[in-house]
Structures are given as C-alpha cells and as structure tokens.
Nanobody, 122 residues
Framework: QLQASGGGLVQAGGSLRLSCVASGRTFSNYPMGWFRQAPGKEREFVAISLSGSSTFYGDSVKGRFTISRDNAKNTVYLQMNSLKPEDTAVYYC??????????????????WGQGTLVTVSS
C-alpha cells in the first residue's frame, strides 16, 4: 500500500527527492514518515509529517532534509539536500493508522513501503 521511489547514486553535497505513494486507502489523515537502515545498523527514524502541518526530524538530518506531503496525490516526499556518505541507506516510508505518540519508534507504524536505496559517494 506504500510505494517508495526516487533513490539512487549521488555525490556528497548533492540532492535527491524521495516519493512515497499510498494506495488502497486515503492517508491524508494519517501520520506518514521516513526511516532508513544502513548496512549492519538499526532502522533509524528520519522524519515524520503529522496529519496537520507539524513535522519532526531526526537529529542527524535536521536542516538538510524536508518532509512534505500532497494529500490530493496521497503522496509524501523527502527532499534531501547536502547529502553525506553517512546518509547512505535503504529509505522506507511508513504510515500510522491513527494518532501517534512515539513517532521515532518503528513499532508505532502500521504500514511500510518496500524501501528505496540511496547511495552517497564521497
């Protein structure tokens, strides 16, 4: 029900925009977010867009990444600027069916996309 895309290979300092299209139901009222998982590491919270206008970010991406959503398209985006080699990971979109409190906890989400690989070369 969530389809992520937009990953690829980029040089350090470059930008990428990830997209996550939801299908099967309307996600406009659901919190939607992004996580990432680097090889050998735990899945890490990146950003979340709540059903209103509130957004929150992981410390490692603050000031560089921006999450946004287009409810008419049932899509959430992650604009990634000033990319660093340590941003290399598989990026997953996720959604919560209802109110969310522990948004940094991957167990709080009900839906997951399949992941899209982002590789940042130095």
């Amino acid at each position: 029900q969530l389809q992520a895309s937009g990953g690829g290979l980029v040089q350090a300092g470059g930008s990428l925009r990830l997209s996550c299209v939801a299908s099967g139901r309307t996600f406009s009222n659901y919190p939607m977010g992004w996580f990432r998982q680097a090889p050998g590491k735990e899945r890490e919270f990146v950003a979340i867009s709540l059903s209103g206008s509130s957004t929150f970010y992981g410390d490692s991406v603050k000031g560089r990444f921006t999450i946004s959503r287009d409810n008419a398209k049932n899509t959430v985006y992650l604009q990634m600027n000033s990319l660093k080699p340590e941003d290399t990971a598989v990026y997953y979109c996720a959604a919560r069916r209802g109110f969310i409190t522990h948004y940094t906890d991957r167990g709080s989400y009900d839906y997951w996309g399949q992941g899209t690989l982002v590789t940042v070369s130095s």
